[in-house]
């Protein structure tokens, strides 16, 4: 399994799903937008079970989850730091892009103080998360 595929995955879902948000109308939070809107709802959660993601949105909160065990990763190399490492230090790299999209999606939906997060589990252990924020 390459480390640069799991980061990939994770990029294009993110993107796919700000995109399906910036049409939101705006609301209180992104939670009772999505919340009131089943084919938005419906859209995302397809987004996310077609590239092994899970995606909550909670209050202002786009939430990815992505289970590394659905990925071939083995406890081999959880165990070691290489994995975590690799997962951090793309996350950091790409921090100006989510940082982007956080902008984006407040713009488009005139909803301040929207977050994303993104987890990385192994066996229901959390092994990277990292928020993004305006």
Known sequence: MKKKNIFSILAVSIL????????????NTLESYVNSDKDLKKQIKEIGDTNGLTVEIKGNDVIYIFDLSTLGV??????GNELKDSLEEALTGQSATFKSIVSTLEDET???????????????DTIVTKSFEN
């Open 110 to 124: 005139k909803i301040n103080d929207i977050r994303i997060i993104v987890n990385y589990i192994y066996k229901g």
């Open 74 to 79: 083995t406890d081999e190399l959880i165990k």
């Open 16 to 27: 796919l799903i700000s995109m399906l948000l910036t049409s939101c109308g705006s609301t």
